[in-house]
């Protein structure tokens, strides 16, 4: 029984292709549309929160022990946030320029500022420069003030003076404009004030940024005061969890949508079978072969288009994924399961709905008339 | 003879008619759904930015002097330095891109006393009116005398407030915030003396950000105790922008008429500042690039996202139909063999397919847009609280995919019957 069943289903697969192959497609795109929405789903927490980088820094730690931030400050802070935080150290101090204007001084990690504040407009950075001589970053408001001769600007602190060669001006729109920028080291040793502050970006959504908080907390006792700048972390929280309520409403109505018309197509087509259903039983098939072969038929193609719509589901979403954000989005194997169970149900449905119809018909008038 | 054969074709074999029917009818739900969503993301998206973020321009006096200040205290005292007028601000509601402003929140921070002791406040509009005076050439026709009201706590949307807000026109009342609050032991109803005036306290703010750390009063409060009258240190706008791309950073002034033209009616950040500068000719206006930037970018990115899952359904939802079509015709071998051993020409056969395919496509499609445009509008009152509106631009366009896709998908079955023998058609299944 089950060879002559498999040689049934072999021909009736082979025989009429072009029913067969028109059934695989749609399954194939069924199962496709569900791997590359439900891909992009699943990947797109941490795509999103990446973009979001882009704010800069989302804490502020000011840190309140008389030495500063020094290494040991700067190493608990890094290790707490967790992977993929970036923590930069500042420090502020008032100075005055040659025309004794007071101005805003400030000194940081040059090389970790620019990867923190990507919105900083710099026309170029300072170089790792001796520290006898160090290069600064004026902010473009505070240039006009500094009286710059020949690239090189006189700042007081105190009752020191010393110049500086500029390297570049920074622009952003907001207070950076009014300041000077030096490099950490040189900073120290100009104002003798050490970096009071840490400006901290951790990647996640306000729980995850709040846990991270919570353990800077604790590793730093009484060493510092941690702010969360609530008007970004709030914001992407929103945003992403927006975005993703999206994309699953999209991927859940294109996902039904499709299958609906998947199932009404393969229910139609086997419908059309009523002719080889009744010649089967007019030959003595009992209704319970007949089902295991209609059934064993659907699950075939819904296999062969789980497969093949696996394949093309991933491709599109890491085409979409390099296309849009940079980076492809990689289908997760938890994915496999519910997209081969959507497909699954719809072509049991397409081969056990019509079958209830046909059940009712006598072979012997379906065969003589139609 | 070839209507009746159509109208036949549609009242006989109903269910055939059904599936493709079903089919396309998904199909342009499902993509009128998609297409209202993607051209309507954008601007959703760019809102929800808005909310969250706030300010995106900063408004200065063009001959100002620099900031002294360190976590938002100002280190020199803010008597000195330029000015901009509060009376020059309704001129920002007057600029082209005036509906595009939805917050405007000027500041005077100073340096006061509070109970004796030294700290810094900041004078701000809390529901302000602010009245165009109907002089702009907006690209919209609607009225720019609409009172518009607007304040920093619509420019500010992160910031908490336990109680009320102070009344603008009131002399004496005011908003700690939280950090100040702690530390002077202030709280609500409180009565304190803000340089020698008594002031009460109506709400505590938290902000997250140095505001903490001031007190929050009405800006005529702000100007008297400065004595400047009138006086604004600087204005926040809070706009609604298009993403800067390379031709939003062309300086204007070195723009051919036409791109000049072009890149000022374009609601760049750039654009919306360059026209504050001309409507008020003392300042100067910039985008803060913090915010600006990175809305920029993240709006770009989740309208790209959109397009794309836009597309692919696009792709997928035109296999299924086209897949369905060619079940639907598959199993009308018979009849066309039928109608061709009875002398039809294949013109003849052809047209009446396509024309019962196109009649199906154009009013299930019709109707695949109104549930589409539906279940749009709902998804965005589900995600972001306000409806999409019918959108009839899509309409055209879905009919012309439905249409095409219906086509296209039944045309090789069609060519296929037609290139058979008709013999060996009516055989093959008897």
């Given amino acids: 029984m089950t060879l002559s069943l498999v040689t049934l289903l072999h021909r009736s697969l082979s025989h009429r292709q072009s029913r067969a192959l028109h059934a695989w497609i749609a399954l194939t795109v069924s199962a496709a549309i569900s791997t590359a929405l439900l891909s992009l789903y699943t990947g797109l927490d941490a795509k999103l929160h990446h973009e979001f980088r882009s704010f800069g820094a989302n804490a502020l730690i000011t840190v309140t022990n008389p030495r500063g931030v020094d290494a040991a400050t700067l190493t608990a802070i890094r290790s707490a ?61 505070a240039l006009s003030q500094l009286e710059a001769k020949d690239g090189r600007a006189a700042l007081s602190y105190g009752s020191r003076s010393q110049t500086f060669q500029i390297a570049g001006t920074v622009h952003t729109g907001g207070a950076e404009d009014s300041r000077v920028y030096l490099p950490l080291a040189a900073f120290t040793a100009f104002t003798g004030a050490p970096a009071s502050t840490v400006e901290v970006q951790i990647p996640g959504n306000a729980a995850q940024v709040n846990a991270a908080l919570d353990r800077i907390r604790t590793q730093l006792p009484h060493a510092a005061e941690v702010h969360p700048i609530r008007q970004l972390v709030e914001g992407e929280t929103r945003i992403v969890d927006r975005t993703r309520a999206l994309i699953f409403g999209s991927l859940v109505l294109i996902s039904l949508m499709v299958a609906v018309s998947v199932l009404a197509t393969l229910s139609s087509s086997v419908l059309e079978r009523r002719r080889d259903f009744a010649v089967l039983k007019a030959l003595g098939s009992s209704q319970a072969k007949l089902q295991a072969l209609f059934l064993l038929e659907a699950l075939a193609l819904s296999l062969a288009g789980v497969v093949s719509g696996f394949i093309l589901g991933a491709i599109a979403a890491i085409a979409i994924g390099k296309i849009n954000f940079g980076a492809p989005i990689f289908p997760t194997a938890a994915i496999l399961p519910p997209v081969a169970a959507l497909n699954l149900v719809v072509a049991t449905l397409a081969a056990l709905l019509p079958l209830r119809v046909l059940r009712r018909l006598q072979p012997a008038s379906l065969l003589k008339g139609d | 003879m070839f209507l009746r054969l159509l109208l036949e074709s549609f009242l006989r074999q109903r269910r055939r008619r059904l599936l493709a029917g079903l089919a396309i009818l998904l199909g342009a739900t499902a993509i009128t759904t998609m297409l209202a969503l993607g051209t309507s993301i954008g601007d959703k998206i760019n809102r929800e930015l808005n909310s969250n973020y706030g300010a995106n321009i900063v408004v200065y006096p063009k001959a100002d002097t620099l900031d002294v200040e360190v976590a938002g205290v100002a280190v020199k005292p803010a008597t000195n330095g330029s000015y901009l007028r509060e009376a020059d601000l309704p001129k920002l509601k007057n600029i082209f891109w005036r509906n595009n402003i939805v917050g405007i ?326």
């Fill in chain 2, 105 to 430: 929140s000027p500041e005077l921070p100073l340096t006061a006393t509070l109970n004796g002791q030294r700290i810094s406040a900041v004078g701000l509009w809390f529901h302000h009116t602010v009245s165009g005076t109907g002089s702009g050439n907006g690209q919209s026709g609607q009225s720019s005398n609409d009172a518009f009201t607007t304040g920093a706590p619509i420019v500010h949307p992160w910031w908490k407030l336990n109680g009320a807000w102070p009344d603008d026109a009131s002399p004496n009342q005011a908003v700690a915030g939280a950090n100040l609050a702690q530390r002077a032991g202030l709280h609500i109803g409180d009565a304190v003396t803000v340089n020698d005036k008594p002031v009460r306290i109506t709400g505590i703010a938290a902000t997250g950000d140095d505001t903490d750390n001031q007190l929050l009063i009405p800006l005529a409060l702000a100007q008297q105790l400065t004595g400047q009258s009138g006086a604004v240190r600087r204005v926040y706008l809070s706009a609604l922008t298009k993403p800067e791309d390379a031709f939003a950073r062309r300086n204007p002034d070195s723009l051919s008429p036409r791109d000049h033209d072009r890149w000022y009616c374009s609601p760049y950040a750039n654009s919306i500042a360059y026209q504050v500068d001309e409507a008020i000719p003392a300042a100067h206006a910039e985008q803060i690039r913090r915010v600006a930037q990175s809305e920029g970018q993240i709006l770009s990115r989740i309208s790209g996202l959109m397009w794309l899952v836009t597309i692919t359904s696009l792709v997928a939802a035109s296999f299924a139909v086209s897949s369905a079509m060619a079940t639907a015709l598959l199993e009308r071998r018979r009849e066309i063999g039928l109608m061709r051993s009875l002398g039809a020409t294949q013109t003849t056969i052809a047209s009446l397919f396509f024309l019962e395919t196109s009649i199906l496509a154009i009013v299930t499609g019709a109707i695949g847009f109104v549930f589409g445009s539906l279940i749009a509008g709902r998804i965005a009152v589900q995600i972001f609280g306000s409806q999409i509106p019918f959108n009839f631009v899509l309409l055209p366009v879905v009919l012309a995919l439905s249409l095409l896709v219906a086509i296209a998908g039944s045309a090789p079955s069609v060519r296929l019957a037609l290139r058979l023998d008709p013999a060996t058609t009516l055989r093959e299944d008897a």
């Fill in chain 1, 81 to 141: 946030a967790g992977p993929g935080a970036e923590a930069v150290p500042f420090g502020y101090a008032v100075g005055s320029t040659a025309s004794h204007e007071p101005i805003v001084l400030a000194g940081t990690d040059m090389a970790a500022t620019r990867r923190l504040n990507s919105w900083w407009q710099v026309s170029a950075w300072p170089q790792e420069t001796p520290q006898n001589d160090p290069e600064i970053l004026v902010g473009s408001r």
